[in-house]
């Protein structure tokens, strides 16, 4: 394959996973970090394949979906749409606007992700490993992002993703699930950096 995967995402530690998986299959990747730079990265690099995330900077990821699929060089241009929300409107929608599949970030397996970008490029996949993963990755949590006041609420925190017990910002600890159950590819938890308080 010739022509990259494009990786549409502004925040760097989901941007870093999927590279990760991807590039221990042997494809190569480019990344946006914003919808303005994917559409443009769409259109000078004619990538294989496209995962977009749909909250994103300048432009979200129906906006940049739209705008590719009414280009006449970049319509056919499979796309996957990346998201923590997964709610059934959201997927509909990316659906109606031209996506050819939809996974949540965090949730879709690495082999998972795999399967879906062999299956929209017409590769095989008999031969497809278990690409490697770090046993940990640490997120940060964007508050402006739309899902971040639902999730803060669900924690039960009241100054945004502060810690309770030091003030410090809490980060998003992914770490790797053992038991290996469908559809789970980390266990998350909140921890502090400061006191290594857990939540």
Same mark, same amino acid.
């Given at each position: =394959? @010739?022509? *990259?995967?494009?990786?549409?995402?502004?925040?760097?530690?989901? $941007? $870093?996973?999927? !590279?990760?998986?991807?590039?221990?299959?042997g494809f190569t990747v480019i990344e946006a970090v914003d919808g303005q730079a994917a559409i443009e990265m769409a259109k000078q690099h004619q990538p294989a394949l496209i995962l977009l995330d749909i909250i994103m900077p300048k432009k979200d990821g129906y906006a940049v979906l739209t705008e590719l699929r009414a280009?006449?060089?970049?319509? +056919?241009?499979? &796309?996957? =749409?990346?998201? &923590?929300?997964?709610?059934k409107t959201d997927v509909s929608k990316g659906l109606q606007? /031209? +996506? @050819?599949?939809?996974?949540m970030k965090g949730m879709t397996t690495p082999r998972e992700i795999i399967q879906k970008v062999r299956?929209?490029? %017409?590769? *095989?996949? +008999? #031969?497809?490993?278990?690409p490697p993963a770090p046993d940990i990755y640490h997120l940060r949590i964007m508050p402006t992002k739309g899902d971040a006041v639902i999730f803060q609420?669900?924690?039960?925190?009241? #100054?945004?993703?502060?810690? *309770?017990?030091? /003030? %410090?910002?809490? %980060?998003?600890?992914?770490? !790797?699930?053992?038991? $290996?159950? *469908? /559809?789970?590819?980390?266990v998350g938890h909140m921890v502090c950096p400061g006191c290594k308080n857990e939540i």
């Open positions: =394959m @010739n022509n *990259p995967i494009l990786i549409a995402e502004d925040e760097a530690s989901f $941007r $870093r996973i999927y !590279r990760d998986v991807l590039e221990s299959q280009d006449p060089a970049t319509r +056919a241009i499979p &796309v996957i =749409m990346f998201s &923590v929300l997964g709610e606007l /031209g +996506a @050819n599949d939809y996974a299956t929209l490029l %017409n590769q *095989p996949a +008999a #031969k497809l490993q278990e609420k669900d924690l039960d925190l009241d #100054k945004s993703f502060d810690c *309770p017990k030091c /003030g %410090n910002e809490l %980060n998003l600890e992914l770490q !790797r699930a053992t038991d $290996r159950q *469908p /559809g789970h590819w980390y």
